[in-house]
């Protein structure tokens, strides 16, 4: 079965009017097999919705191969239009049409049966609302009102730029119940957004891109664990003591002002076990498992640093230097290459 998307060194520079050229993407690479719910991270400005819009033909690559469904893109599109949905631009919707109104004509105008609008709006939970005017609705049941427009054709295939943008935290709940929902369902997803927690909730792959490039990619989990570097951290009453001991022991020792972070076992007990024979007892042991956040950070070299102002748009930034890139693929036997 071909890839769902296939992007191969991707690239295209922007050229503004007396203004010099700006690369969005620099040779950028992603992989979606079928049945993915997808993770798309970068920073602002890191070219993820180029990345969309070039997908879909809304923006001409200066270079490099796409394809949906095997199909090259953009000449292939009209022959897999069907069976993909997206929503990259925020959607526009007429204020004085309720959101019934407004998916009949859109799936007349798709060629879509009619019975197909209560199903949409029974599966993004705009059934009920579904007869007021659009201009009443929430910027939430807006989004959701737009998911239910992209999937009137059944598709296989859901793109999602930015679906939790402006969302309050139920509305966000709601739209990662909602993607869970479609996940289940068999539909492939493809969701772009700044909400790591989010992200790590509801993919369970992930590729992330930094100043147009792909810097990491591959499941969830494994992405992660490539930044697992085996740490615990503890607390302990005589915080110096503790130290000395576990140093003494051929372990690393970091100190914090409340916490030690202690790594070069992979075994808990081994730390316990060492404090306990000297009389001190632990009050706390944590592995420090890495997060999608911290990992994202690290990855495009975007943590905030105190009394540095922060560039918001990534693209203008001087290239990292040592930058790498971490892609991980399970084969069919579950195993790691
Ligand atoms: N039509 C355009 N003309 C000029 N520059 C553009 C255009 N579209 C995008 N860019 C620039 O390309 C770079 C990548 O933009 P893009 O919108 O793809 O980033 P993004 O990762 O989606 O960012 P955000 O998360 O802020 O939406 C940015 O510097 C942006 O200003």
New binding site residues.
Partial sequence: MPAVIEINGLSKA?T?FRRGR?V?LDGFDMLVEPGQVHGFL?P???????TLRTLLGLVRADSGRMALFGQPTPHGLPAVASRFGAIVESPQFFGNFTGRRTLRLLAVAGGVPPTRVDEVLTQVGLRDRADERVKAYSLGMKQRLAVASALLKQPELLILDEPANGLDPAGIREMRDLMRGLAAAGVTVLVSS?ILAEIQQICDHVTIISRGRRVAAGPVEAVLAGFDHGEFRIRVAEQTRAAEIIQAAGLTVAAHPDHLVVAGTEDPARISQLLGEQGLWLRELTPLTPDLESVFLELTDTRPRPGVPRQV?E??LPAATGAREITISVDDEGARS
């Fill in positions: 922007f503004r700006r969005a970068g602002n400005g890191s070219g993820k919705t180029t700044h748009d693209s203008v």
